[in-house]
C-alpha cells in the first residue's frame, strides 16, 4: 500500500497548539448548547422520552461521521474537512434555533454530530506535526482544551437563555454556540496551515466496514476500540443517571450537580495539561492505559457506598483523573502503529465505538436504575470496565513490539 508522508517538515513550529486553541473554542459552543438542551426539547412539550431522542441524536450522527471524515482528510487532507464540517455544524446551530418541531430539532441534531464528528480530523493533524514520543502529551492537551470549552461554556449558555420566554428564548445561545464555530472555521481558514500533502492518483482504502474488521483484527488497534467502547460504556452510563442518583441518594438539585461537574471539569482538565503526558513518556503509555482504567473501576465500585456529598464528589473526581490519564494514550498509541495515510480513518473508528458507547451506556444505566436499584449502574460500571485494564496492558505490550514495517496495513 502506497503512503503519502505527513507535511511535517512544512508545519509551523505551533501547528498542534494553534488548533489545540480551536478546539477550545469550538467545544465553548458545544458547550452554551449542551446544559440547555433538555429545557429546549421542553419548549416543543415533548415528552421524556423524546427529549432523550434529542440527546442521543448527536451521538447517533457522531458515529457515522468519525470515520467517514477521518478517512476523507486521509486523501484530502486535514484543512479543508475541518474548515467545511466546522461551517456545517455552524448552520446547525442555526437551524437548531427555527426548528418548528421536536423531530425537526432531532433531524438536526443528528446532522450537528455528523458534522462534528471530526475529532478524527483533529487528531490527524495533531499526529502529522507532533513527532511519536509527544504524541501523549499533545493528546492530552487537546482533551484539556475540549474540557475547559465543556466548563466555561455552559455558564454562557445559561447566562443568555431566557427560559420563561419559550423557545425563542432559546435562540441568542444558539446564535452564539453558531457564531462561535464559524469564528472557529475563520481562524483555521487564516492561521492553519494543511499537514499532509494531498494524494496524487488513486490509492485504495477499504470502505467502512471492511476497514472495521480489520481493525478488530490488528494486535492494538483492536483492543483499544473494544477497551474505548467498554470504558465509554460505563463512564456515560454513570454521567447520564448521576443527576437522578444523587437526587434520590442526597436530594441534590441542578445546583449540586453543575458543581460536582465543575469539580470533575477542572480536576480533568489539570490532569490532562500537567500530567498525562509526563507520566506516559516515563511509565510508557499502555501502563498509564491501564493505572486509569483501574482508578476509574475503584472509584466507580466505591460510589454506591458514599457517605455523603464530599464522598461522592472526591470519588467522582478521581475517577475523572482516572480517565483523563488513561485516554490521551489511545489516540497516540493508534496513530503509532496505524498505516500513516489511514491514521484519520482508523481514529475515526476508535472515536465511533466511543459515539456508540454513548448511546448504548445511558440506554444501560437507565434500564438498571429503574429495573433493579439506584446503585445498579455503579457496580455494572465497575465490572464491565474490569477487562479494560487487561486490554492497555495487552495493547501496551504489542505496541511496543510493533515495528514500522507492520505499518504498510492494520
Same mark, same amino acid.
Given at each position: ?10 508545519? @509551523?513550529?505551533?501547528?498542534a497548539?494553534s ?10 459552543g ?16 415533548? @415528552? ?15 458515529f ?5 471524515w ?24 442555526l ?34 506535526? &507532533? ?51 464559524? &469564528? ?21 482504502? @477499504? ?37 437522578l ?27 490532562? #495539561?500537567?500530567?498525562t ?12 492505559l ?6 476509574? #473501576? ?12 464530599? #464522598? &461522592? ?98
Amino acid at each position: 500500500m502506497s503512503q503519502t508522508p505527513p507535511a511535517e517538515a512544512s508545519a @509551523p513550529r505551533f501547528a498542534a497548539a494553534s488548533l489545540i486553541a480551536l478546539v477550545f473554542l469550538n467545544m465553548l459552543g458545544f458547550g452554551v448548547v449542551v446544559p440547555l438542551l433538555p429545557f429546549y426539547a421542553k419548549s416543543f412539550d415533548a @415528552p421524556a422520552w423524546q427529549v432523550s431522542l434529542i440527546f442521543s441524536a448527536f451521538s447517533i450522527g457522531t458515529f457515522f461521521g468519525e470515520p467517514f471524515w477521518g478517512r476523507l482528510s486521509d486523501t484530502y487532507g486535514r484543512k479543508p474537512l475541518l474548515i467545511s464540517t466546522i461551517c456545517a455544524n455552524s448552520l446547525c446551530y442555526l437551524a437548531l434555533a427555527f426548528a418548528p418541531n421536536a423531530w425537526a430539532a432531532f433531524l438536526i441534531r443528528v446532522a450537528g454530530g455528523l458534522f462534528s464528528g471530526n475529532g478524527s480530523v483533529i487528531q490527524g493533524y495533531i499526529a502529522d506535526v &507532533t513527532p511519536p514520543e509527544r504524541r501523549t502529551r499533545s493528546m492530552g492537551w487537546m482533551s484539556a482544551a475540549w474540557n475547559v470549552g465543556l466548563i466555561v461554556g455552559p455558564s454562557l449558555g445559561g447566562f443568555f437563555a431566557n427560559p420563561k420566554a419559550g423557545h425563542v428564548g432559546f435562540q441568542l445561545p444558539l446564535f452564539i454556540a453558531s457564531a462561535l464555530m464559524a &469564528t472557529s472555521a475563520v481562524c483555521i481558514f487564516l492561521f492553519i496551515r494543511e499537514s499532509r500533502q494531498r494524494e496524487r492518483g488513486a490509492t485504495h482504502r @477499504p470502505n467502512r466496514w471492511a476497514a472495521t474488521g480489520e481493525a478488530a483484527r490488528h494486535p492494538v488497534i483492536g483492543r483499544l476500540m473494544a477497551l474505548t467502547f467498554l470504558v465509554g460504556f460505563a463512564f456515560t452510563g454513570i454521567e447520564s443517571i448521576f443527576a437522578l442518583w444523587t437526587l434520590a441518594r442526597y436530594g441534590w438539585g441542578p445546583r449540586d450537580t453543575a458543581v460536582a461537574f465543575a469539580f470533575v471539569g477542572v480536576a480533568s482538565a489539570i490532569t490532562q #495539561m500537567g500530567l498525562t503526558g509526563r507520566l506516559s513518556e516515563r511509565y510508557g503509555q499502555g501502563n498509564m492505559l491501564a493505572l486509569g482504567m483501574a482508578i476509574t #473501576m475503584v472509584c466507580i465500585g466505591l460510589q454506591p457506598f458514599s457517605t455523603g456529598g464530599p #464522598m &461522592t464528589i472526591a470519588l467522582m473526581t478521581l475517577s475523572a483523573i482516572g480517565q483523563s490519564v488513561a485516554w490521551p494514550n489511545v489516540a497516540a498509541l493508534i496513530t503509532e502503529t496505524a498505516p500513516a495515510n489511514r491514521q484519520g480513518q482508523l481514529l475515526g473508528l476508535n472515536n465511533a465505538m466511543g459515539a456508540l458507547a454513548r448511546v448504548a451506556g445511558p440506554y444501560c444505566a437507565g434500564l438498571t436504575f429503574d429495573a433493579l436499584s439506584h446503585d445498579a449502574p455503579y457496580f455494572q460500571g465497575a465490572i464491565v470496565v474490569g477487562p479494560a485494564i487487561l486490554l492497555a496492558l495487552s495493547a501496551g505490550r504489542r505496541a511496543r513490539a510493533w515495528a514500522p514495517a507492520h505499518q504498510a496495513a492494520p
